[in-house]
Every structure is written in C-alpha cells, then in structure tokens.
C-alpha cells in the first residue's frame, strides 16, 4: 500500500495504532523502515515492515505462513521430504527406533508452519538433495556445523552463508561425504547457483525468492517471485501483485494464454511461467 494511501486513513478505523508524524519521513524517504506499534498484530504490505506488540518484535519474514505441502508445491520438493527436513522423522536401528531431528527450525512447532525464512532454508537444501547418494545426517551435521561457526538459527538463509559460509559447509560435507575435491567443487557451484535466486535487503535478509520453474537451471527466468510483502507472500509474477494460482486457475477454466496475456498487460512467456508454477508438479 502506497504511503500516500495512509495518510488518508481515518484515524478512527485503527484505534490500536500509535499516531504517526508523517513530517519525520523527509521527501523521498524509504518507508520501509516504517515501524508500527500495535496492540493486535495487523499486517500492512509495506516491505520490511515489522510487528511490534507488547511483548516482542517479530519481522513479517519470520513469521508462520506456509504449510509444508504447500511449501513443497513452491519449491517442488516432496512433501515427505520437507516433513523430514522441518519436523524430524523416527528411523529403525538395531536398538530399536530412533528420532531423527530436523534439520530447519520453525517459527512455531505446534503450528507446523513454515516462515519466508524457511523456505529460503528449503530452497538452499534442494541444492543438496539434487546430488547422488546424499545422506540426510550428513547435511544436519553440516548444517549444524555452520550454523554453530556462524552464531545464526537459520545459517542457510543468512547473507554470511552465501559469503564465507558455502566453503564452510562444503568442506565440512565433503569430510563426511568422503568427497573429492573435484565432487566438492560441483556441490559448491549447484548451491551458489541456488543462492543466486535469493534477493536480499541492504542488511543481507534475505527479501524475495524466485523459484524454480522448469529444470532448475541457472538460467532460467526469474519471472515469478515470492516476496512475503506481497499477496500475502504467494508466487505473483514479477513487479506484481499477480497471483500465480489465478492465472492458473483461469487457464485450467479454458482461457487461453493469448488471453490472459492481454488481460493482465504480461508478455505471453510470463503467463506461460505463472502456469507453469502452479501446475508443473502435476504434470510430472
């Protein structure tokens, strides 16, 4: 919502809202560090806009937003997987059965919901699930590894991982892998390709992902975005507020691509990937 918008806004509609000086935003000023102080924790698309209620702040990125198959549907990940990854899995041992614990950690256990975070956490890990022959307890205790090196709860989706942390976690993948340097050097690039679809914001938080949408290739399109600020933090085709589940619902309703192309005022390649989003998964 443009900031212009808010300044009309009737005073009593929001009782719960502290006033605001609008005359403290200099002309041109960024409102996205706008904070707003709120007795119930009302959302407003402003990017980086924070929640901040009596007990703590909480960034809109880390809160629960996504159920793991709807998660998985984004990313394209087996729901089974993800369940593993985020909530842990018991497994048979000659001793009898042991618990496997994840290797993400949510916002909300009891909820089972994941955050914008998270999913960034997802993102980077299908980097490791592509690779032959990987084993589940050798990417937590390189996730552990890193995240311990790094100080962070969430190492995978913090700016330092893509910085220094990558050589962190694959040297210490490839000890545990017994992996050459040469097999060490391909698993480095398939993760720099994955990070290289995450945006961040100037304090390296990571602000929008652009999923995959075909083969999971460097080069593909970044024409479809998930940006937790925008449709309630659903894939929208890009600059949009366009919901990739409507386009596709519309397509599956017997529109055609020509169509919906010049309803929306998009070219006729971001339809087609906006369907493809939705849709890819079940036609594999």
């Known amino acids: 919502m443009p900031v212009d918008c808010l300044r009309h806004l009737p005073p009593a509609k929001f009782p719960s809202i502290n006033p605001i000086c609008w005359n403290h935003f200099p002309h041109g000023s960024d409102p996205r560090a706008l904070t707003l102080k709120t007795k119930t924790p ?14 703590k702040t909480r960034d809109l990125r880390e809160m629960p937003a996504y159920g793991i198959a709807e998660a998985a549907h984004y990313l394209g990940i087996p729901k089974a997987t993800l369940r593993s990854w985020v909530l842990g899995r018991p497994y048979p041992t000659e001793r009898g059965k042991r618990f496997f614990r994840p290797i993400i950690e949510l916002p909300d256990k009891d909820q089972r919901l994941l955050s914008f975070v998270n ?13 032959h022959g990987v084993r589940l307890s050798h990417i937590r205790k390189s996730v552990d590894y890193v995240r311990n090196r790094l100080g962070s709860k969430h190492p995978l989706a913090e700016e330092k991982f893509a910085t220094d942390g990558v050589d962190l976690f694959v040297e210490r993948f490839g000890k ?8 060490q050097l391909v698993i480095k690039e398939l993760i720099e390709a994955y990070l290289q679809r995450v945006e961040r914001d100037p304090v390296g938080i990571p602000i929008r992902l652009y999923p995959f949408t075909r083969e999971r290739k460097p080069e593909e399109p970044r024409a479809i975005v998930i940006d937790p600020y925008v449709s309630f933090g659903r894939p929208v085709l890009t600059g949009t507020g366009i919901a990739t589940t409507i386009v596709a619902q519309r ?8 169509e919906l192309a010049e309803d929306y005022g998009r070219s006729r390649s971001d339809i087609q990937e906006a369907i493809r989003c939705e849709l890819w998964l079940d036609a594999a």
């Open 176 to 183: 545990l892998m017994n992996i050459t340097r040469e097999g």
């Open 119 to 131: 999913l960034v956490e997802v993102h980077v890990l299908d980097a490791l699930r592509r690779a």
């Open 42 to 55: 009302l959302v407003y698309l402003l990017t980086t806009l924070k929640i901040e209620s009596p007990h």
């Open 251 to 258: 397509y599956k309703a017997g529109e055609s691509i020509e």
